[in-house]
């Protein structure tokens, strides 16, 4: 039996300054993932994708990402995603300076 579909953003990384970005319902690509759309029809998601990836002189690495929504837009469900909203690990700087 197929699974059910859950909630998904498109994520990537800026191709010039490896930032994470989500796509958002307006096609511009954010560093905050709580603008991302929150996509919750897997035809809508495949497309959002295919347009994601052809975008190849903005960004590189675009995927699906699992999301739910969230108070202020949409939230990260699984860890990984959770550290992407944070940026780099090595050191505090960029999103971290701010935590």
């Known amino acids: ?6 909630p998904k953003v498109v994520t990537a990384n800026d191709l010039l300054e ?3 970005v989500w796509l958002t319902a307006d096609d511009r690509w954010s560093r905050d993932m ?3 759309e929150l996509i919750d029809d897997e ?4 497309i959002r994708l295919l347009e994601a990836q052809s975008q190849r002189s ?5 995927y699906l990402a699992d999301a739910r929504p969230g108070a202020t837009g949409p939230e990260p ?3 990984r995603e959770m550290f992407r909203t944070r940026g780099p690990s090595n050191y505090a ?3 971290q300076t701010g935590i």
Request: proline fraction near 4%; avoid cysteine; aromatic fraction near 8%.
């Open 1 to 6: 039996m197929p699974s059910t579909f859950t």
């Open 18 to 20: 490896g930032d994470v």
């Open 34 to 36: 709580r603008e991302a």
């Open 43 to 46: 035809a809508h998601a495949d």
């Open 58 to 62: 903005v960004v590189v690495g675009a």
């Open 77 to 79: 469900v699984h860890f």
């Open 93 to 95: 700087h960029g999103k």
